[in-house]
């Protein structure tokens, strides 16, 4: 992910991002028919372009070389590509309906990065912080609506949710220019 940040102060910042994020879900179930037992098993993947929108907080608390930082934010997600595969008792179907016809192709989540900023000079850094996601919006489209009813025994709603570690390099340009937001 490429991020841009704009400085307000010595400790807030506004910041913009563009990545590229896969998600999906890999799952096995047996359902009891008339006829007997149906094996399903289903592989979705989704990717998507992000564009993250954050508060980004830093505290140079911990002396001259390392900081603790917080950014937290909105995050629109546009699906971009999609993969769908389902095999019934052993069997790949292959008349699945285009991923997007069948999810939603707009993600919208919230996202939160803790983590420290260590200084190598005024102008570089490397953070490493924790990065989490979570999507606000019902992955299934009207496609699956149309079909299973939702509610206790029919369609759930799915959505986004990943964490993990971030890194990243970061390099101040034009360090003159961020005293005029200070």
């Known amino acids: 992910r490429v991020n841009f ?49 954050l508060a980004r907080y830093s505290s140079h608390s911990f002396g001259d ?26 069997v790949p179907d292959s008349m699945l309906a285009d991923p997007f016809i069948k999810y939603n192709t707009l993600d919208l989540g ?23 996601y979570v999507g606000l919006v019902n992955l299934n489209g009207a496609y699956y609506e149309q079909y299973i009813p939702e509610g206790q025994d029919g369609l759930k709603s799915q959505r986004n949710l990943f964490m993990g570690l971030h890194v990243g390099f970061n390099w101040i340009i034009e360090q003159r220019y961020r005293n005029r937001w200070h």
Not at 11 to 25: C, D, E, N
Not at 33 to 38: A, H, I, N, Q, T
């Open 110 to 132: 919230l996202e939160i990065n803790p983590g420290v900023d260590i200084y190598f000079s005024k102008t570089t850094f490397l953070t490493v912080a924790f990065h989490a």
């Open 5 to 53: 940040g704009i400085p307000l102060s010595n400790h807030w910042s506004v910041q913009l991002g563009l990545g590229y994020t896969q998600g999906g879900q890999k799952y096995e179930d047996t359902y009891q028919l008339l006829d007997g037992p149906l094996n399903v098993q289903w592989n979705v993947r989704l990717g998507y372009l992000q564009f993250p929108l």
């Open 65 to 90: 070389n390392v900081s603790f930082s917080m950014s937290f934010g909105p995050t629109i997600g546009i699906m971009v590509q999609g993969s769908d595969e389902a095999i019934f008792n052993g």
